[in-house]
């Protein structure tokens, strides 16, 4: 990853996850890939994620054939925003399977352009922790690499702060997400980075539940005997795949406040509430996140920006209860959505 990305990923972006879109018929639907794409790039995103949790592990598999084409679309998205000028989107894969598969494509999205590779642990669940490092060791020879700390809810794994220590010892090593949805994991990520003396490594919110408290709170860990502060300076977040107009917003002033170093406003507290509100209806957190991914797409759906909320597998689908809660939020927050926004853009991104 060249200079210009990295000092990019060091100063905050928002980089929402890419859902997948489908047809009826449970086919990729191109045309609304493509303008979810153009969505985020014209609501400011800093960069997105292509081929993680959001857009539904399975396209990884073989037998669905689907990775390659969407990190396509997606690259060929990403050359169109880029000639419209401003700062260059950062592009990050999602990165799955044993070494094999993770290296196999982290090389085809280094030749699709892509910055970084995000290395899901997914698949080695019963690994060691030594085992887990050789892995990440032996892909980041490939792309730039992005840590994942995944929540076991939905398929990740609880991993040591001395993991994290070693784990920022590899060179290539560029950010983390960390999303354990657990405060005191995210504690062994952050003071494993503050310990191991790199500066270079940005940190990145994917706790769904601590967005806005995440990109305000200042960490302070002591090291040689002195003070050290490191702040989460971004999200790579499946919640900002949708109201993406006002999550860069948001963002945008929390990075202020924390860089100012001022008192946060009391309403910040509030707003934080709000937003994990907002997650747990569209994220289905009362039933397991059993329907996190079709719950963004129902939201999307209502913007018009998908046709429906198909997912590859027919199974997977809208939580008991969930539809209401999303009702619920929708109704309670208005000042969180982006629907005017989308609403005059949508036929644009929607065109050739």
Known sequence: MNADFRNRLANGLVI???????????????????????????????????GVHTTQ?????????????????????????????????????GLCGDTAQATREAALASGHGYHAG???????????????????RAVADTIP???????????????????????????????????PFNRYQTLDVVRAVAGSGRTDIALYTGNDDAIVTDLLTPFSFSRDGAARETRIVGGLLGHWAVWTRRAVEMHAEARRIAVSGESVPAEW???????????????????????????????????????????????????????????????????LNDDEFVASHRDEWLGD
Request: hydrophobic share 50%; aromatic share 8%.
């Open 16 to 50: 929402p996850a890419l859902p997948l879109a489908l047809d009826s018929r449970r086919k990729p639907d191109e045309q609304r890939q493509r303008a979810l794409l153009r969505y985020y790039a014209a609501a400011g995103a800093g960069g997105v994620a292509v």
């Open 269 to 335: 507290l509030r707003l934080a509430v709000q937003v994990t509100d907002a997650n747990a209806a569209f994220f289905d957190a009362a039933n397991g996140f059993a329907g996190c991914i079709a719950g963004l797409h129902e939201v999307l759906r209502r913007q018009g920006l998908l046709e429906g909320i198909w997912c590859l597998d027919p199974a997977e689908t809208l939580g008991a209860g969930q539809l209401a809660e999303i009702d619920r939020v929708l109704a309670a927050y208005p000042h």
């Open 145 to 179: 690499v992005i840590g994942f700390y995944l929540q076991p809810a939905v398929g990740g794994r609880v991993l040591s702060h001395g993991f994290w220590r070693r784990f920022a010892e590899i060179q290539n090593v560029v950010a983390i997400k960390i999303a």
């Open 57 to 93: 592990f399975a396209i990884h598999d073989p037998g669905v054939g689907l990775y390659e084409p969407i990190l396509g679309i997606a690259a060929a998205e990403f050359d169109r925003a880029d000639q419209r000028g401003g700062a260059p989107m950062v592009r990050v894969a």
């Open 118 to 136: 995000l290395l899901s642990l997914g698949a080695l669940r019963h690994a060691t922790e030594d085992a887990l490092l050789q892995h990440a």
